[in-house]
């Protein structure tokens, strides 16, 4: 049951009778909570018609309704607002006729395609990382909620300057160790080698400044950046003893990435390696240039010319003939969108990159691609500590491995702290601290519109109270714990018949019917926060309505199998909600 098409219909239908208005559309706020309703009708657009001030046509309008419908049961008048106030009886048949509907929308026949993660292998996963991922995850997670077929998929920077640097420092001072040799993650300990590249060419400059050599000549001298450049020759070269040390200390890389991404809930479709796709669009450049959509300049090299689109001039092929960044990224999506047949395609990736997809998606539209004005920069903020920005090459980065594990020990404190692990073995306590600890890191992070620079602070986003992960995932045990206690039945406990609503329950059941459109802004607009936000407040009208109604121990068994159902129905809504941010809805905590 849809009230506010109804209400549309009853509206317009008066419209016309009233004032002889062509049936239209109707637009309807939210009434201000200053004021009594569940919906407004602003009046003004009327006025014309109605030859009356704004007060007397909303209530010539509102009594004309009133007197046609029961839908609506009482409104109210302030200047040109018309508060109506919907029938307690309308809540509750949505309310009865919404418990055997699925929680998700209409299929779309749409297939989209979300990138997310996309690391190098130069160093292990990090903060940045996990926000990066946990928004991939859950955008996927909205969009098939809406009805779309989601293609997840992730394409990791294996080749290039970064990964010479750990390949040419574990080279020179690795000894050979091994992950296992030196009892550490295959990823950290290529990020180990990294970061000591970092800090032997700083010695190395500094070296070089001491002996008279300028700035800025520096690192043109530094032997370190020399034999990195020669090292990725040889890579391209196929060198053999090159590309061995690659494969190897690649495959230490995927190894620690997997542990990483099974940890956080991280699953792809398919996963892209760049060092596969570093070639790819010269053939679209070529095609683009038959259509004088690119040109050449005097120097051999290859451009567009975006300025009419209030971008700028961008090289697409060096005057050598070799590819640059974007072109690779030009013959991906369009070799992605051969191979799934996908209507659109998101790209997860942070906002220093604004420019760089402004210029890609114009680019592939310009080149006729029909599918090309379906993509989006789903573009975040950085993460940063209470203590200030990371930096991978000094090794200040907060590791996702380290968060994660701090999360869980953080929620094994807590919880013991509360007093809630009585009656659990000791795998089903380490199964909850890890769902209580991931439920608090994901919900931190995916409240926060993503285009928002975020604080994530550990220590916070562990309370079982406030606006957090733990708090939702508690409310939710809580109720699978009440309908335990009451041996709640679906089929037995529909049979109610009540009249008159309490104000939290009609609260709750308001609330609960916005869910859906909820569910679409969010996919819409990309936007796991709407859910995260829905499902939080949520979980504090249950509260509120618990603290204040008997539900197992209300005598009359009508009332009480309705608040039963309801209950049933609030943790249903809020498992789907944690769900699409990638988050379990433990049943006991």
């Known amino acids: 049951m849809n009230i506010l098409q109804q209400l549309n219909t009853e509206v317009s239908t008066t419209l016309t009778s009233l004032y002889n208005i062509a049936p239209t559309a109707i637009t309807f706020q939210e009434t201000n909570p200053q004021f009594e309703g569940d919906v407004t009708l602003v009046v003004f657009p009327y006025l014309k018609a109605s030859g009356q001030n704004p007060e007397q046509t909303a209530t010539t309008i509102g009594e004309a309704v009133m007197a046609n419908t029961q839908l609506v049961q009482g409104f109210n008048v302030v200047k040109g607002f018309l508060n109506f106030s919907i029938n ?20 779309t026949g749409k297939t989209i395609m979300v990138e997310y993660s996309s690391p190098n292998t130069n160093k292990p996963l990090h903060l940045g990382h996990v926000r990066n991922n946990l928004l991939g995850v859950s955008v996927s997670n909205l969009l098939v909620a809406a009805g779309n077929k989601v293609v997840k998929v992730n394409i990791i920077n294996d080749r290039g300057v970064h990964i010479c640097k750990s390949m040419l420092a574990y080279q020179l001072y690795g000894n050979n160790e091994t992950p296992e040799s030196a009892g550490i993650k295959g990823d950290h300990l290529v990020g180990k080698y990294y970061v000591e590249f970092d800090k032997r060419y700083k010695a190395e400059l500094a070296e070089l400044k001491a002996a008279g050599v300028t700035d800025e000549d520096a690192p043109k001298q530094s032997k370190l950046i020399q034999q990195v ?74 451009w567009i010319d975006l300025t009419a689109d209030k971008l700028d001039e961008k090289v697409v ?19 992605r969108a051969k191979e799934f047949a996908i209507d659109g395609m998101i790209y997860t990736v942070g906002n220093e990159q604004d420019y760089h997809f402004k210029v890609l998606f114009k680019t592939l539209e310009k080149l006729g691609y029909s599918w090309a004005t379906n993509m989006y920069h789903l573009s975040y903020g ?14 200040t980065v907060v590791d996702a491995d380290d968060l994660i594990q701090e999360m869980y020990n953080a929620a094994k404190q807590t919880t013991e702290e509360l007093g809630k692990v009585d009656g659990f073995s000791a795998d089903e306590l380490h199964t909850l601290y890890h769902q209580i600890s991931m439920g608090a890191l994901k919900y931190f992070i ?46 037995t406990n529909l049979n109610y018949t009540i009249t008159d609503l309490h104000a939290r329950e009609l609260a709750i ?24 936000n829905f499902t ?48 379990e809805a433990p049943n006991r905590m």
């Open 88 to 107: 307690q009886s309308v809540w509750l048949n949505y309310f009865n006729e919404s418990l055997n509907n699925s929680l998700a929308l209409p299929s």
């Open 229 to 302: 450049s020669d090292m990725l020759r040889k890579w391209e070269a196929n060198d053999a003893a090159i590309k061995q040390l690659w494969q190897t200390m690649n495959t230490w890389v995927y190894e620690g990435f997997d542990v990483t991404y099974k940890n956080l809930g991280v699953t792809f479709d398919k996963i892209y390696y760049e060092s596969n796709t570093y070639l790819l669009g010269k053939e679209i450049v070529e095609e683009g240039l038959a259509k004088n959509i690119f040109y050449t300049k005097p120097d051999g090299s290859t």
């Open 317 to 335: 092929l060096r005057a050598d003939g070799t590819s640059v960044y974007i072109t690779q990224d030009l013959g991906t999506a369009v070799a």
């Open 382 to 395: 950085m993460v940063e500590l209470p203590e200030g920005k990371m930096k991978s090459r000094e090794g």
């Open 446 to 491: 995916l409240r926060v519109d993503p285009k928002k620079k975020m604080l994530f602070n550990p220590a916070e986003s562990i309370d079982f109270n406030g606006n957090t992960g733990p708090f939702i995932q508690y409310t939710h045990a809580r109720i699978q714990s009440i309908l335990r206690k009451a041996e709640f039945n679906k089929a």
């Open 509 to 532: 059941i308001k609330y609960l019917y916005t869910y859906p459109s909820v569910l679409q802004d969010a996919a819409k607009t990309y936007s796991p926060a709407l859910v995260a």
């Open 536 to 583: 939080y407040e949520l979980a504090k009208l249950y509260n509120q309505f618990y603290n204040e109604c008997q539900v197992v121990k209300e005598e009359n068994m009508d009332l009480k199998n309705f608040r039963l159902t309801l209950s049933h129905q609030v943790s249903k809504v809020i498992a789907n909600g944690l769900h699409l941010l990638g988050v």
